[in-house]
């Protein structure tokens, strides 16, 4: 008889594992054997696992953390529990992904699929919805009327032969056990455990069966390290994990104390990167989707150099390809021709019925826009959700009136809020106050938000060969 696969055979034994004891073990800061964490994670995928179970295990992990095998084991365990996509073979060293840990007003991903795409590569794109007082790239491009994440492998082949890049939602074939975990996670408190965020990161995109890979792991008061040091750590074990699964991967450590660019919000934020595609935009953003970009066409060896590649996505942004792309993208999932083949900066999509302006309080020189007290009112408006099947109004947003360093007079406007119902309210006029840092300072330019790059540690010549290992599929 077949035994079941969370059943050890050793020695003529059959020794069944049990959950309480594998809790037990990692409870007690001891490492758990690859076997240990296959019978969990097939015990949660099939249904066999209760869910006190999994959250005290998940507990556990969060305080005693795992090493660099078990992160590894638990991210095989999490591929293998759905499929693997595949493409045409001509496409090797050119199907390309970028993921962030989460900021706010980080909408690099809209431009930077599109124009990787006019430069050569093959996008495919698996992004989530925002949670919390961060948002999701999928509710943002959902504001475009008709816009479908759910597209299933072969939609998802048939786009990249004809675009280059989609932008769509996990499915349910895809790493189902991670989608377990997650969902465990979030309701568990462990969301910001280093092993548990590295499995679920790159589990997907080892599942993307790609070419290479960019990470931009924030840090700050908005992002989920707070300091630099935490996000480089983070970013040290995503590049290892990548790097040890066959794919070329490097990681950006970026500043998220400030809201990216002038825009927060779904609807407000699609216009700001349009604009970013049309060749404008603010400066921090085209410098975010450059460099990411860049660096990712030089590691997957479509640049002689990360310059290079800054240079192609550079023309790509001012040339129109980039939009183009992105127009086609819109249109093939799903948005009506009339609107994805006219889609600007400067089109109509959905606006709130209210905006008001918030002033600045005393003269002087900007010195910090603090973004998360922006999102977490902009949340309570609307804009996000606490829970994971929340409604959100794409319309709720803010903009930003002025930029770091700069000097203002009491009384200049500093933020316009967009909203509807609920209406905006005293207390959170106040608490938006706090957002901005009005100092006695000259006016300065910002540090660049990118301060660190962790470089790949794999040689591209190798992976063909770590593919045949089965180190992949």
């Known amino acids: ?65 795992m090493d660099p095998q078990e992160t590894l084991a638990l991210t095989k365990e999490f591929v293998a529990s759905g499929c693997v996509l ?115 990161v790159i589990s997907k995109k080892v599942a993307e069966n790609i070419s290479a890979l960019i990470l931009d792991v924030k840090f700050g008061e908005a992002a989920q390290s707070p300091t630099l040091e935490e996000a480089r750590i983070l970013a040290k074990s995503l590049v290892n994990a990548g790097v040890s699964l066959g794919i070329p991967t490097s990681a950006l450590v970026s500043n998220m104390d400030s809201p990216i660019g002038r825009c927060v919000g779904n609807t407000l934020e699609v216009k700001e990167a349009l604009e970013c595609m049309e060749g404008a935009g603010p400066g921090d953003l085209r410098e975010l989707v450059i460099h990411t970009g860049g660096h990712l066409l030089w590691l997957c060896g479509q640049a002689s150099s990360e310059s290079h590649g800054s240079e192609k996505i550079a023309k790509a942004l001012d040339d129109g390809s980039a939009l183009q792309c992105f127009r086609e993208m819109l249109e093939v999932q799903g948005v009506p021709s009339d609107i994805a083949r006219t889609l600007s900066s400067t089109s109509k999509l959905r606006q709130a019925s209210h905006q008001e302006l918030l002033r600045v309080k005393k003269s002087g020189t900007v010195k910090l826009i603090r973004a998360k007290p922006i999102a977490e009112i902009l949340n309570a408006l609307g804009a996000g959700r606490s829970k994971a099947n929340d409604p ?18 009491e ?40 301060r660190e790059i962790i470089p790949s540690q794999c040689n591209k010549e190798d992976v063909p060969a770590m593919r045949r290992e089965g180190e992949i599929n």
Request: aromatic letters at 4%.
């Open 86 to 200: 595949q493409w045409p073979t001509e496409w090797n060293g050119v199907l390309v992904d970028k993921h962030s840990t989460g900021g706010v007003g980080d909408k690099v991903s809209l431009p930077l699929a599109p124009a990787l795409a006019a430069c050569g590569c093959k996008v495919p794109m698996i992004s989530g919805r925002g949670l919390g007082h961060t948002g999701g790239t999928l509710d943002k491009l959902e504001s475009i009327p008709g816009f479908s994440p759910q597209q299933s492998p072969a939609q998802m082949l048939e786009i990249l032969r004809s675009v280059g890049c989609c932008i769509v939602g996990q499915s349910k074939d895809l790493v189902p056990a991670d989608k377990i975990f997650y969902e465990m996670r979030d309701v568990t408190a462990t969301v910001d455990s280093l092993p548990l965020i590295t499995a679920s």
């Open 392 to 409: 959100i109004n794409h319309s709720v947003g803010a903009e930003l009136l002025v930029s770091l360093g700069q000097h203002v007079e």
């Open 1 to 65: 008889m077949e035994l079941p696969s969370f059943v050890e055979q050793k020695d003529g034994l059959n020794l069944p594992f049990r959950i309480a004891d594998i809790i037990a073990k990692k409870r007690d800061g001891l490492p758990l054997s690859a076997e240990e964490i296959r019978h969990v994670v097939q015990a949660a995928t099939r249904g066999h696992a209760q869910d006190s179970q999994l959250g005290a295990l998940l507990m556990a992990v969060r305080l005693c953390g």
């Open 411 to 450: 009384g200049d406007p500093w933020i316009r809020i967009h909203y509807e119902n609920p209406q905006l309210q005293d207390e959170q006029r106040e608490y938006l106050q706090e957002a901005i840092c009005i100092a006695e300072l000259p006016c300065f330019i910002p540090l660049p938000l990118i």
